[in-house]
């Protein structure tokens, strides 16, 4: 088995995880899970785009999908529970 057979099935365990973990996150119903869920999928994205020699690309995914994202998305949710709770309070 040659280095190349090796980086291939890097590749291909890599794309794997990203489907995997992508499948994950549409199939979760509560939002806050999906962020979570979104946040490793940025990861596994970072790293695969890090395998196929683009680390700038993988930085960027690894600063906004895996951080960003997910954290724009939790302030979200929590705001929109906030307001559901203070509605309820006041009926």
Known sequence: ????DVYDAVIVVA???VAASA???VVQRDPA????????S??????LFTVLQAPDVGLS???????????LIMLSVRKIR???RSKEDTR
């Open 1 to 4: 088995m040659g280095g190349g």
């Open 15 to 17: 794309l794997l995880l």
């Open 23 to 25: 499948t994950a996150a």
């Open 33 to 40: 899970r999906q962020a979570l869920v979104l946040s490793f």
């Open 42 to 47: 940025g990861v596994v994205l970072a790293t």
């Open 61 to 71: 995914q690894l600063a906004v999908g895996s951080a960003l994202t997910p954290l």
């Open 82 to 84: 906030r307001r559901g």
